[in-house]
C-alpha cells in the first residue's frame, strides 16, 4: 500500500568504492538535489530530484532538507549502554578504571528499571547522534539484554547486542559461571536473535575476566548459530597485556587466545587493537575479523594510537569500523570519533585519514566489516532505510567556516572536526523519521 510511503529530498552522499582503495573522487556520490523514496523500511529509487520527482504520485508525504548533508546513518562497531552513567570518570588508566568506576556501575543493572531507563535514554541519544545500528556490550545480568532488545525492537533500529560473559577477576555479583553463562546467552539467542532487526553477539568481556573454560563455551556458542556476532576487548593497553601473559603463559600472543577458543573469523568484533605484532594483523585478515577503532577512549584511558593504516595495509587489510566506547570513550557522535580518529592519525605517523575515509569508517566501511552490506551503510535501492540528516551550518561558527568551503571535501572534513549531535538535523530508522532537532524558528 502507498500509505507507507514516504521521501526525503536533498543533498545526500553514499560511496561507491572503498576511498581507501583509490581516490576520493572515484569512491564518493554527491547527489546535489536528491530524492530518496522508502516504503516498508527499505529504499524503494533514490537519485536526482528531477528525475524521481514523477514517481512520487499525490500521496507521498516529501521532507525537504535544505542546505544538509543526507548520510547512511552511522555505524557505531564498540559501545557498553549501561556506562553512559559513568562517562566522564577521572584520573585513571583501563584496569583500575573498570574496578573504581565501571563495575559498581554495571552492578546497578540488576535492577531491570535501572537497565530500561537506561536503554531508553541510550537509544535516544544515539539517535540524537544520527547513529542507527551499534554493536552494544549489555552487562552480565540477562535481564539487560532484555531491556535493550525490547526498546531498540520499539524503535526499530537494527542493533547488535549481549549479555557480557564474566566469570572471574570481578566482583561476586557481577560474575556468571561458564555454565551459567552458556545457559543464559543460549535462552537470549534463542529470544532475540534475528527477530525483526535485533542481532546477537557472543560477548566474553576480555580474556582477563573469562576462565579458558567460559571461553571456549562462548566459541561453542558462536557456532550454534549461523550469523551470530562476537565481541570483545583486544590488546588495549600494557597492564592488561601483562596480565593476560600470566593468566594464559601457553599462548602465543593476547589474539591467540581467543582464536585457541574458536572466537574469531568473519563477524568477530574486536575493541582498540592497539598493541598489535604484524603476526596478529595477519591472523586478522585471514580470519576475517573486525577490528573497532576508538580514539576517543583510547585517548581519554591513555592506552595508546591504534594504528589504522597499518591494520589496513593492501597486502593483508584487516576490517576496521569505528567505535565510540562508552563510558571510556568521551562522545557518543560518530562525527566527533571521526575528527579524533584523523588527530590519531597524524600522531600515530600514519597516513593522514580523509574525509571521505573517515565518513567511509563510519557507514558503508562498517557494514562491510559486519558483513550488513546488503542491508545498511549506502544509501541505494534495496537497502534498509536508515538515514542520518547533517546540518553544516549548525552552529554560527560551522556556519562561517562552511560558508568558505569550496569542495564536498572541505565540508565533510569541517563536519567531523567541529561537528557533534549538534549538527544532526534529523535521523530517520526503518523508513521512518525517528528523531528530529529542535530548530529555533527564523
Ligand atoms: N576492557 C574490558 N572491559 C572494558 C570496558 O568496559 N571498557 C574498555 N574500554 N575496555 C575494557
Ligand atoms: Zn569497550
Known sequence: DLHDRRAIRGSYVTFR??????????????????????EHGHITHCGAYSALHGLLGDNTPVTHYKDCLISAGFIDAHVHYPQISAIA?????LLPWLEQYIFPTEAEFANINVARQTARLFL??????GTTTAAVYCTVHPQSVDAFFEESARLGTRMIAGKVLMDRNCPPDLQDTAQSGYDQSAALIKRWHGRDRQLYAVTPRFAIT???EQLELAGDLLHGTPGLFMQTHLAENLDEMAAVRSLFPNNTSYLDVYAQAGLDGPRAIFGHAIHMSE???????????TLAHCPTSNLF??????????????????????GTDIGAGTSLSLLATMGEAYKVSLMAGDTRLSAAQALWLATAGAARALHLHDRIGHIAPGMEADLCVMDPNATPLMAQRNARCTSLSERLFTLMVLGDDRAIRATWVNGKMAYEKNVDPA
Open 279 to 289: 603476526h596478529d594483523f595477519a591472523h586478522c585478515h585471514h580470519s576475517g575479523c
Open 210 to 212: 573469562s576462565t579458558p
Open 124 to 129: 535516544a541519544e544515539l539517535l540524537r547522534n
Open 17 to 38: 568504492a572503498n576511498p581507501f582503495d583509490g581516490p576520493t573522487q572515484d569512491a564518493l556520490v554527491l547527489e546535489e538535489d536528491g530524492l530518496i523514496i522508502m
Open 301 to 322: 584511558l591513555g592506552s595508546g594510537a591504534f594504528r589504522l593504516f597499518d591494520a589496513l595495509n593492501p597486502d593483508r587489510p584487516v576490517h576496521v569500523a569505528l
Open 89 to 93: 570518570s577521572w584520573g585513571e588508566q
